[in-house]
Each structure stands twice: as structure tokens, then as C-alpha cells.
């Protein structure tokens, strides 16, 4: 039976702020012009363009402007006369000792009138919320409407949530949020929650869903039939790791069940086909298997999204690590206990229940002239070019997850380089495997490939920005197959290591492509150059100088 009410639930769209999880808040500006005229011609009550950061807000990469919403260079954005504009603040970043800063909130928000806001919202978990409660009221007397969102709601034990919902009341705040941070509530939980806000707060209440179970459009659904009064969306779900409940998704809902005809969903279309589709397929958010799983485990959703990045792990080896991850560190992301869980996983066979057998150590090979060869696309473009040089200058080669046996063929002294388990195992089982040697920073394989292959171990392991080779370990910035390759070839200390197929990427924001640079930092002063074409910082002599 249709439901012929028309709520008076607003939509927020915060793709610009949370989606700026997934591209470091670097939007092109047509781009985002494009979303906002969108948005507004949908419907949209409130459109959160980003954060608003101080000075003392640091990062590892650069940050584009939504991070900032710095207001003399968001002006080229037009006004419209409909949705307001908010930005976001990370409560503590505004606080001290619990206290607001003063200096902080002067040195980067001005009085609203000023301003090209209407909204400010506070992002705050509940060890900061008496400061945020304070913090609120400092906004309101710059004359921004406020709200505050609580984090992180799934992990808060009832006595917890009583407490902030209680805290929260006390303040001016114009909305109180609760965030499903990890994506683990359901839509009991969420009206559980509903219910609880309003035995202490009789204000306006929103609520922002994460996907990491499937269940943000469900959440969302239930805060409406409880008679919630502000809900959050992003385009195609843009957000970090699992990502959001889909703009265009609650949009239809309210449009053809609820009737709610003041937004049009179709004003969408053109925006979704033109500017979220490709950056879907270049930032790759959304549900998969590790997302739900870190919900289920309530394990900060970075952790996934550091290791799904630059997709060198299996599945498997993703839920290894999440299960390695030490439980005191699972609700904040922590670098150091992500690379400890890490190492802890990549350099032993996944799933393996059988007797393994211990590899015996590489040892290095004696040669003035390597060459390495990666898997880039560059290999099949100067395929006839690289198979020319190892003829001409008989290199040794040292070739990572080989597809074919070209290479091989023509080599006088052929290595091959594998580090996944997956691809090991398949070398292994191949049907013409030969006694080629294979390198591997395993260190163990089943029993039963022990007369299979010649294959031996440097023991691989992780530390974020270090490299250190010798010929009973490498320390590597990230477990990729092209370091460990280049690092059997610096161990022989030739006089000169070619590379060919390290293409690298256009982008150098890749997290891949800066993984790869914090290793040629580390290794600049090896005999390194690239024989085919590269936008990573190394020496490129070209290959047609090398032959005749």
C-alpha cells in the first residue's frame, strides 16, 4: 500500500566533505560546479562543501580545498537562493585540554555574516563532546547554525550514550547528529537511538549512515519512519572505504514512495554520468567483502581503505591482516600497529593448514648488469625492444609475477620475482613450471611442493618509509614485488640495474605511485635507470640508445 505522507526530513549532501576521504579532497572546480548546480536543482536542503582546517592541521599528502573551504577561493561557487552551505570541523582540532581555542576558531572561521556559510557542524567522539558542547556555543555567537555530530556511535555503551545524549542537551547545538562511524548499527539500533536522544534532547535530530554492512539505506529509512528530521547522503555513496547512503538513492525514495515532491532525483542524472562515474572508477569507494567485516569487528574503516588502495593484496590477505590488528588499536587507525599486522601476514602462505616447509636463503648473484623488469604496460609496448637488449647485453634479468616464458627464453641468467602467495602457489602448480630459480619473501612453503621448483626466500618485511637490504632480510616501505625485485639486484651490487615496465602512474597522488617514490628516495644513490618510458623519479636512458 503506498505511504502517501510527505516527510519534512532534510537532506544533506556532504559529498565534497566525506568524499573528500577518497581523493584527498583534490576536486576539480568545474567539477564541483557542477555538482552543487546539481544539487541544488535536485532539492537538496543543506550541501556541505568540506572542512574548515587551521593552521595546525597536518597531513602526510596534500589536501585540496575542501579540506580548508578557505572563503576566498570557494567564491567562484554560485549561490542559490534554496540550500544553504555547511562546513564540518574536527572538534579537536579546536580544543585544548578540553577548552576551546579561541585563537584557533578566530584564526580560520569569521563572524557568518562575513562568511559564505549558514552551517557549521562539529564532528566530536565522546571523549571531546564536553568541549563541543562549549565549542557550540562560540558558533552560535558568531551567528552560524550548529550541529553536533556525535562519532562513532557503535562503539558507546548504553551508560556512554546517555551520557553524551544528556551532555548534548545542555547546548545551544541547532541539530544533535549521531554518526554510524563503522557502519555497524542496524535499524533497530538506529531507532533504539532515535528514542534515547529525545528522553533528553527535545531538538531537531539528524543521522549520517555508513554502508559497511549494505545497511545505510535501511538505517536511513528507519530514522525517517521514527520521524527523524536531518539525514546525510553522498553522490553514488562517495565516502570513505564502504562509503555513504547513495544521494540519489534516498532522493528516489522520498520522491515516488513518500511523495515528497519538492526534489527531483532526475536532476541528477547528468552529473552522476559525467563527474561520479569517473571518479568512481578512479577512486574505487563502495561495499566489499573487507569493508563489512572491519563493521563487524569495529575496526576503523582506514584500515581497509590503506589496504585496498593500492589493491597488492589478496582478500585473504586483508582479513588475515584485519584479524591482526592489535584490539586496542582497532577503533582510531593507527599506522604503526597497521604495518606490525602487516608483516605479520604477507610473508606466510594464506589459509595454508598443512605441513610447510622452511626455504632455504638466496643467495645473491654475481653480475655487473641486471636488468629488472616489472609488469607495466610498457612491456608489451616495447616488448621486441627489451627482448633486442637482454640478447645483445645478456643481462641478468630479474622478472616480477612473469606472465610468459619470453623473457626466459632469451636470458642467460633468469630469475623470478614473486611475493604473493596466490600467484606463488600458481607458479608452483603450472604445468610446464621449470627448475628456473624463484625468489620470494615467503619464508615457507606446503611439504608438498618441496620437488617442484627451485624457489628460495629473503624474508620481506614493512616499515613505513625505511629500506634496508642485506642477504637475510629486506625492510621495505610497502610489500610490492618491483622492490623486492630491484632489492635482489642492489644485494649483488652491480655496476649498473635497468629497469623496464616501472611505468609508474600520471597521477601522483596514486598511493601506489608515492609508495614507489619513498623507495626510489631511499635507493637514489643506486646505479638505477629505466629503459623504458616512467613518471617516477629515476633516470631514463631510452632503450633504443642500449642496442644496435
Known sequence: MADIRDPKVKILDCTLRDGGYCNNWQFDKKEASAMIHALNNAGLDIIELGYKSPKSHTSKSFEGLFRYCTESQIQFLEEYPAAEYAFMLDAKEFLINDKVDRSVVDECIPQCEESFFDWVRI??????????????????????????????????????????????????????????????????????????????????????THDNNGLAFANTIAAIDAGIDFVDATLMGMGRGAGNLRTEQILLYLYFKLHKHSVNPSELLEVLDSVMIPLHKKCQWGWDYTYMLSAMQNIHPTYCQHLRATNQYTIGQVNGILHCIDPSKREKFDERALFKAIDSVVARPVQVDERLINLPLYEPLKGDTFLVIATGPNIDSYCDEIVAFIKQRSPIVIECNPKNT?????????????????????????????RTPIVSGLTAIPEKYRNHANVCTIPCHISKGNVQLDQMSMILPAYVVGMFAVGLALLSKPEKIYLAGFDGYEDDRNPRHQEMNVFWKETSSSPLVSITPTTYPITIEPVYRLIK
Open 406 to 434: 619470453l623473457f626466459e627464453a632469451v636470458s642467460p641468467t633468469y630469475i623470478k620475482a614473486i611475493l604473493n602467495w596466490v600467484r606463488l602457489r600458481k607458479a608452483l602448480e603450472s604445468p610446464d613450471l621449470s
Open 123 to 208: 564532528a566530536s567522539y565522546y571523549p571531546t563532546l564536553q568541549g563541543t558542547v562549549e565549542l557550540t556555543d562560540v558558533l552560535r555567537d558568531l551567528g552560524y547554525k550548529v550541529t553536533i555530530n556525535l562519532m562513532g556511535t557503535s562503539l558507546l555503551t548504553e551508560d556512554d550514550l546517555n551520557k553524551a545524549f544528556s551532555l548534548a542537551s545542555i547546548s545551544k547545538t541547532d541539530v544533535l547528529y549521531f554518526s554510524d562511524s563503522f557502519g555497524d548499527l542496524k535499524p533497530n539500533d538506529v531507532c533504539q537511538c532515535i528514542d534515547l536522544i529525545r528522553h533528553y534532547y527535545s531538538g531537531k535530530i539528524g543521522i549520517h
